[in-house]
């Protein structure tokens, strides 16, 4: 299993109980703001509007807030405008990087995301230089105890998915992006609890880390992540599932 995937497991893991949840809402009444305002407020016949409030119903934020950032991005309500942009680059070891961020100023965001990377031993790379090793893809996953194998490959492959794999302590059901919601939807049916689903970047090659620079990589992870502007961080490094348990600890 890749280290960038096992490292996505532990961060949601670790979201239920985050102490800077306040952070984690600001990213997600982002995302539902902008997704809101490109596809309109209605859930139903926007997938990525759809896709942040489950996002944020997962993180227990209240309707109200959800209400609220939807009606700024409509103009219902007066808001900030937030510019979408992805920045590219290579972590420790080589490591390709895709930072997605949402910014009310593109100075500043450029700025903090070349410090973080600069100071754990990477650097800001120009347009197209990573973006063609990842590949988006929706992702979903289930604790491994919520349901066996074949009847998991059953239910998932007949609603639309394209592979089902094990994942150590999970399972992860790979699909088109544009299936994804029929996905989950299946399994909601069949009262399976994911742990999470999304659209998402996969790469399709990566980078193993050695002990030393696999810890830079992941203080590099975090310190984009902290970034309020950052929304979504994707990397192609693996390492060995022992080393990053150790060292996300």
Known sequence: MSGHNKWSTIKHKKAAQDAKRSKVWTKIIKEITVSARLGGGDPSGNPRLRSAIDKAKGANMPNDNIDRAIKKGTGELEGVSYEEITYEG??????????????????????????????????????????????KRGLITLEKTAVSEDRLMEIAVDAGAEDVRDAGSSWEVETDPSTIEAVKAALASA??????????????????LDDGKAESMLKLMNALEDDDDVQNVYANFDIDDELLERLSA
């Open 90 to 135: 290579y972590g420790p070891g080589g490591v390709a990087i895709l930072v997605e961020v949402m910014t009310d100023n593109r100075t500043r965001t450029v700025a903090e995301i070349r410090h973080a990377l600069e100071k754990y031993g990477g650097n800001l790379g120009a347009s197209g230089s990573v973006a063609w090793i990842f590949k």
């Open 191 to 208: 009262k399976l609890e994911t742990t999470s689903g999304e659209v998402t970047m996969l790469p399709q090659s990566r980078v193993k």
